[in-house]
């Protein structure tokens, strides 16, 4: 007898969660034993005065955005379009929010 296809859709729907809590809890062991890494790494982090982290990879005025061009997005136009899905993900300086 061939299995209902919602008893396949929850089976399928467990394992994924079951999958799912277990990246949780290993996530969580893994944090402990890195702990001592991270602190140090934050440490030298502040101790040399390092900028932000390089978050994206495509366009340069999402690559550190402490540093961006705020015109480089508009560098065609005032009305054009965003080249880069990151352009999307990333809110404008809250100085120009006002």
């Known amino acids: 007898m ?3 296809p919602s008893a396949v859709a929850i089976g399928v729907l467990l394992a994924g969660g079951a999958l799912l ?9 893994l944090r402990g034993e890195r702990a001592p890494r991270t602190a140090a790494t934050t440490e030298l982090t502040r101790t040399l005065g390092l900028t ?20 480089a997005p508009f560098q065609d136009h005032p009305l054009a379009l965003e080249h880069f899905p990151t352009g999307s993900l990333v ?4 100085a120009h929010l006002d």
């Open 52 to 71: 932000d982290l390089a978050l994206f990879n495509e366009a340069r005025y999402t690559r550190h955005l402490a540093m961006a061009d705020l015109h």
């Open 91 to 94: 809110p404008p300086p809250h």
């Open 2 to 4: 061939t299995p209902r």
């Open 21 to 29: 809590v277990g990246a949780v809890l290993d996530a969580q062991r």
